[in-house]
């Protein structure tokens, strides 16, 4: 399978601990971004990283949560002292580049996601 | 902030009906992004829309984008079960989505 692989599918974590949820891109993509999804909802923009770089993290909680994508290995998105409100859906998406200066029509290629629930 | 707003947010309707999904915004965007999500699974892109006024059919699927670039439409014709899930617009970049249409279709 050559697509957006997210690890683990599951993950259930006491209230206090941490969470890492790992995104490996397609084959060529050097582009990832992260997304949280509620039940029934839309997904909200979190974090969009380039490798070595964070491109835009507007959507990302200042606390707590932070992300990488290594030179090598997957993306991590990582939640610290996690809390009962982070229990979601974590999305995950790659691309293959996006031109700088202004938004790209380049169409994201989405993991089947990482479901944390908090304890 | 760019917001996307989709109606209407649940629609349940018998297999062989037609039915149409909006997505409208107050802004412009380059182009906009239908995608499909099915439970337990991440979103399928169905189509990219770019040019205003476009037109793109995906066998009974057929989706429009406005030609101001604001809004876009996906309609379906005689719906089938294989067509019930989260059906979600998106504007392009970083991807603002809009909240979703359920879409339920019965045998």
């Known amino acids: 399978n050559a697509g957006v692989m997210q690890n683990p599918r599951h993950l259930v974590r006491r209230r206090g601990q941490e969470a890492r949820l790992r995104c490996s891109p397609m084959k060529g993509h050097s582009h990832v971004y992260w997304y949280r999804q509620l039940p029934e909802e839309g997904l909200k923009f979190m974090v969009y990283l380039q490798k070595e770089n964070i491109i835009d993290e507007s959507g990302m909680p200042k606390e707590r949560f932070s992300a990488e994508f290594p030179k090598e290995g997957p993306s991590i998105l990582r939640i610290q002292q996690v809390v009962r409100g982070d229990s979601a859906a974590y999305f995950c998406?790659?691309?293959?580049?996006?031109?700088?200066?202004?938004?790209?029509?380049?169409?994201?290629?989405f993991g089947d996601g990482t479901r944390l629930s908090i304890l | 902030t760019q917001l996307l707003e989709q109606s209407p947010q649940f629609l349940s309707i018998q297999e062989g009906e037609n039915l149409t999904v909006y997505c409208n915004s107050s802004?412009?965007?380059?182009?906009l992004q239908w995608y499909r999500q099915e439970p337990g699974e991440g979103p399928v892109l169905l189509v990219t829309v770019v040019t205003g006024g476009e037109v793109k059919k995906l066998k009974r699927l057929t989706f429009q984008f406005g030609d101001a670039r604001k809004d876009s439409s996906l309609h379906i014709t005689a719906a089938q079960p294989g067509d019930t899930g989260l059906y979600l617009c998106a504007g392009a970049g970083k991807l603002t989505f809009g909240q979703g249409t359920i879409l339920t279709v019965h045998p």
């Open positions: 998406a790659s691309s293959p580049f996006q031109t700088e200066g202004r938004l790209s029509n380049q169409p994201q290629h």
């Open positions: 802004s412009v965007f380059s182009s």
